[in-house]
């Protein structure tokens, strides 16, 4: 192991909208000067890893299999970022709701507090609003979707490692920090 390298960086991406996140995540791989790895859990599961004939049969038990599954894959993001990996990732509750009320997951807080490497917020606006939280995947709108993507300031890590006795309350405090900050962008975007 070489732990002389720097932690990866991290793109975390919240948006309204589901649509388009692959192919988000492509091109900025095609433009960025780093090379940043997207790594989600959909690719886990569809690189056939898991044993989806026998979860879908129902002879293996998903909802037992998940917390683990799910507790392995978030606990390998840190090791690659702490290995000197920039990732792009869209952890769980990054979709911003259409009501706004944001409420992340503490994955990606914990992704960056355990690789202790710093965050890049990335906000997708999305017009008109199509594919957001909660939305059926049939109902479009009447015309054509216009997604505007804006990478934002990096995120210093040891900003929020500092403050807290432990990396449990880092965390805490550094997705409440990115709730708020993402709320905050929110709200000047409806008012732009």
Known sequence: MNDSREPGKIILINGASSAGKSTLARSLQQKLHEPFLHWSFDHLRESH????ARIRNGELDW?????????GFHRSLP?????GNNLIVFPEGTRTPRNGDIRFKRG???IAVRGKCNLIPVVIRCTPSTLGKGDTWWKVP????QLTIEVQEEIDIQTFLSAAENETLAARHLNEHLQQYFAEENKRHAVA
């Open 49 to 52: 890893a898991l044993p989806m």
């Open 142 to 145: 009447p015309r054509r979707v």
């Open 79 to 83: 090791a690659f970022a702490k290995a």
């Open 63 to 71: 909802a037992l299999m998940r917390p683990a599954i799910f507790d």
């Open 108 to 110: 990606a807080a914990n």
